[in-house]
């Protein structure tokens, strides 16, 4: 079992930046891959950003291209979420998330952190 723990939320105003991070425990994450997802009240959950363990290479949502950074600590086992130039339609609960090798779907989840964001 992995488990998974999300940090760093809290409210800004539009402009500003957050920086959340993911601990991960419970096993090796060798070709996985580290998820953020989002969802605001009322509306689906959202793919935020993701990175493979083993090499390095990222995605991004449509909506946060160039404003937010996903990056990775092995050491730590333990990845973040920078977010700059916030909006409001940022606002929304934030998610971790592990998908394994084996799967094409993600299967592990943090219980989230709130992020707000005021105009």
């Known amino acids: 079992q992995v488990q998974l723990v999300e940090s760093g939320g809290g409210t800004v105003q539009a402009g500003g930046s957050l920086r959340l991070s993911c601990a991960a425990s419970g096993r090796t994450f060798s070709g996985a891959t580290m998820g953020w997802f989002r969802q605001a009240p009322g509306k689906g959950r959202e793919f935020v950003a993701s990175i493979f363990w083993s090499t390095g290479i990222t995605r991004y949502g449509d909506s946060v291209k160039g404003r937010f950074t996903i990056s990775k600590d092995n050491a730590k086992d333990a990845f973040y979420l920078q977010m700059n130039s916030l909006k409001p339609e940022d606002t929304a609960h934030y998610y971790c998330?592990?998908?394994?090798?084996?799967?094409?779907?993600?299967?592990?989840w943090g219980q989230g952190t709130q992020v707000t964001v005021s105009s």
């Open positions: 998330a592990v998908m394994t090798s084996w799967n094409t779907v993600y299967s592990y």
